[in-house]
């Protein structure tokens, strides 16, 4: 009689294991389910986030102070800054600093592309170099062209700053109007050159 109790006793605790083990697992399906939810929610914030920068006017522009740049784009002024920053870089230059300048284009490509272009980078910086050509660029005005945008955000452009060039060869200096064009793409978060030209010389 005793033996079958201590039996029923067993029996019993193996019960309410398993009823106990049968609420842990809701309990890690329903935790599963939440922290799938909580993933796409995650995701889906991410690819929305937006940041709002807002600069002093005089340091961009006096009409639209505002930068907004998120993981996939940025709005016009972003784009404006960087374009304007790049040509500014690479445009005002001597055969002894081109080198250096040149170095921004490295810095912003991506390696693929800057691999792609370095051969075409380096007959232009060693030309400018050889005939001991500087020069000074005016900018006149900025334009956006060939803009893929997306949920209000741009992906990519083209910027062109248009300008007066103040050029020395050797010891002859001339002046012209021309321009530069700097192609940008935004890739999760980071801004690259994807294109760099001018008709300048």
Do not use: H
């Amino acid at each position: 009689m005793a033996d079958k109790l201590k039996g029923e006793e067993f029996i019993s605790i193996i019960d309410k294991d398993k009823v106990v083990v049968k609420y842990l697992w809701r309990i890690v399906v329903m935790l599963s389910v939440a922290i799938v939810i909580l993933s796409f929610a995650f995701m889906s914030i991410r690819e929305t986030t937006r940041v709002n920068i807002e600069l002093p006017a005089t340091l961009i522009y006096k009409n639209a102070p505002v930068v907004v740049a998120g993981i996939d784009g940025a709005n016009k002024v972003y784009y404006r800054m960087w374009g304007e920053y790049v040509i500014k870089e690479l445009s005002n230059f001597t055969y002894e600093t081109i080198g250096k300048k040149v170095q921004l284009l490295k810095k912003m490509m991506r390696p693929t592309r800057f691999v792609e272009k370095k051969k075409e980078i380096d007959i232009f910086t060693n030309t400018l170099s050889k005939n001991l050509m500087s020069q000074k660029f005016i900018p006149e005005d900025t334009n956006l062209s060939n803009v893929i945008e997306s949920k209000g955000i741009i992906r990519s452009a083209t910027i062109t700053v248009n300008g007066i060039a103040f050029q020395s060869i050797s010891k002859e200096k001339s002046k012209k109007e021309c321009k530069y064009d700097v192609d940008l793409r935004y890739v999760k978060g980071v801004l690259y050159v994807e294109d760099f030209g001018t008709d300048c010389f």
